[in-house]
């Protein structure tokens, strides 16, 4: 997530210099508020090894139909409770699937039936409904600004 900020960074950098000479300034703080660092807060950690692998959703259909997340991430895992930082969000509704890769092989280990065999959760703490939560439930908005979010493990 490092080099994502930097990489946001760069371009607010890159986009205020091109607003100084052609865009009024009032448009550009304008268009600054209009994103948003979103804190993920984890809980319930049962296994304090490995990492919590986030996918960050902007849309019902990338979210329930196993499309693209628009943001992924990694918070590492050493206690209880584990912290993501997501920076550079447009305000708008977002929904966030995540899972604890216990053993830290970077992929959602399953019995040979497809059932989870780590722990996994969803924003809202929605639960799973014959899969997945689905978008209604776990979606939620994030506003221009900072903005925290805190994801229960079950």
Known sequence: MMIRAAICSAALSAAFALATWSVPAPAFAQAAEATATLTIRFD??????GAIMVAVFDS????DAGGKPVQVGMAPVSGVTAELVVPCLKAGRY????????????????????????????????????????W???SFEVAAGAATTTISFQ
Not at 44 to 49: H, N, W
Not at 60 to 63: G, P, Q, S, V
Not at 113 to 126: I, Q, T
């Open 60 to 63: 019902e259909a990338a979210h």
């Open 136 to 138: 209604a439930q776990a």
């Open 44 to 49: 319930g950690i049962k296994a304090p090894t």
């Open 95 to 134: 929904a966030i699937k995540v899972f604890h890769d216990v053993n830290g092989n970077g992929k959602m280990d399953s019995n040979p039936f497809g059932m989870p065999l780590e722990p996994f959760a969803f924003s809202n703490n929605a639960l799973p409904q014959g899969g997945p939560a689905r």
